[in-house]
């Protein structure tokens, strides 16, 4: 696998690190490849219960799509939008730690996440229409699922620039911290979220998703339902709230 995309997992929690900061970690088809890789690889780690998503060095956390490769036959819209689908996609709860500035696909994939945390100092720009692009369809239904249209509107048809206070304020981070806090505050969430019931928390992820989506399976949201009223995860939550102490869940 390249270097230029780190995977570390220790305990439940596993961590992605988009590694090319000379290039503002920008994604060409090496990169996706090995993210597509490593998506495959958290499924299939039942270990797993939380992925963080972040970027070396302290200026950008990803300038989106690999420019220079774009539109060439090993990077297209297509497989940048399909690999931010499949994050979207993992079962998992998901921690976008923007470690400096986004820009373009950059964007998408932290709105791809459930969670963001980003930094002071930092910026946002799709810079599409300012150099001739139409984002792509699957990739506009995803900032209009996260940030709704008018918000949208503004990122992707003028362009404009958000500075890190107005990037929490519309929704875009649920948290603004300075620089040297955003490790300690991304591991934080990033255990809480590993601490909780991941039959429950797996089943609402995937029932908001299709909530928000407008393609409820009603039919899968009852059996989700039902799966995590009889699990042994909620025997053992309700004993530990009984007994005050903190739940050990199994996942089953």
């Known amino acids: 696998m390249t270097d ?6 220790y305990g439940h929690i596993a961590t992605l690190t988009l590694n090319q900061p000379e290039r503002h970690n920008a994604l060409g088809a090496e990169q996706l490849a090995a993210i597509a890789t490593i998506l495959d690889e958290v499924r299939a780690d039942d270990s797993v219960r939380v992925l963080v998503v972040t970027g ?8 989106g799509a690999a ?18 689908a499949r994050v979207a996609a993992l079962p998992i709860p998901t921690v976008c ?24 100092g930092s910026r946002m720009q799709v810079p599409a229409a300012a150099i001739g692009l139409c984002y792509p369809l699957e990739g506009i239904r995803r900032f209009l699922e996260v940030l709704g249209p008018q918000v949208a509107r503004r990122l992707l048809v003028g362009a404009e620039t958000f500075h890190g206070e107005d990037m929490h ?13 955003l490790e300690p505050e991304s591991r ?5 979220l590993a601490s909780l019931a991941p039959l429950a928390v ?9 909530a928000t989506t407008d393609q409820v399976d009603e ?4 059996e989700l339902t039902e799966q995590c009223l009889r699990s042994a995860d909620l025997q053992e939550g309700l004993r530990a709230k009984g007994e005050k102490r903190a739940p050990r869940f199994n996942g089953r």
């Open 219 to 222: 039919g899968r949201a009852r």
């Open 97 to 120: 730690a923007l470690n400096g500035n986004v820009f373009g696909g950059g964007v998408e994939l932290a709105l791809a996440c459930d969670f963001r945390i980003g930094v002071e």
């Open 169 to 181: 304020r519309i929704g875009f981070l649920d948290k603004l911290v300075a620089p040297t806090e």
């Open 4 to 9: 230029t995309v780190r995977f570390v997992s």
């Open 202 to 210: 797996q089943a609402m992820k995937q029932v908001l998703r299709q």
């Open 188 to 192: 934080a969430l990033a255990t809480h």
């Open 56 to 63: 070396a060095g302290g200026k950008t956390f990803c300038a």
């Open 67 to 84: 420019l220079d490769e774009l539109g060439g036959d090993e990077l297209t819209q297509n497989n940048f939008q399909g690999t931010t």
